[in-house]
């Protein structure tokens, strides 16, 4: 049989990983893709054109032209849903340091995974040298 006290400390456990696993997802989504950025203007003007030039095309240039039609309107949508990190880098802050200390989790990997040294410092997660 299992303690309150353990129930109670395992809840709390469960719940800040929810709330690392929150941020770092959120962290991740915005994170500035690699290569040459298309604006949300150019896209929705290539949209707007792609169906008069799918009309016009031989099946096979039309089977490749519906698929980009479906791939920037993909990625519209995806710029429409805008991530409000400041609400889970709040959660995230509230809970790092001792987070981190329960899982062995140092400055350095978070920062590995892309925590911005800000974040870290305002959680109180303490940037340590090793002793090798």
Do not use: C, N
Request: glycine residues 6%; aromatic residues 4%.
């Amino acid at each position: 049989m299992v303690s309150e006290e353990v129930k109670s400390a395992r809840a709390a456990g469960q719940a800040q990983g929810r709330a690392v696993s929150r941020y770092l997802t959120a962290l991740d989504s915005t994170k500035p893709k690699r290569g040459r950025q298309r604006s949300t203007e150019k896209m929705q003007a290539r949209v707007d054109e792609l169906p008069g030039e799918i009309a016009q095309a031989k099946p096979l240039k039309k089977v490749h032209l519906i698929q980009e039609l479906m791939d920037l309107q993909t990625e519209l949508a995806k710029e429409e849903e805008t991530v409000d990190i400041s609400a889970v880098e709040s959660e995230f802050i509230a809970i790092a340091a001792e987070y981190s200390s329960r899982k062995g989790i140092s400055y350095a990997a978070w920062r590995e995974v892309g925590v911005p040294a800000s974040v870290l410092k305002a959680a109180g997660v303490a940037r340590t040298r090793s002793t090798d």
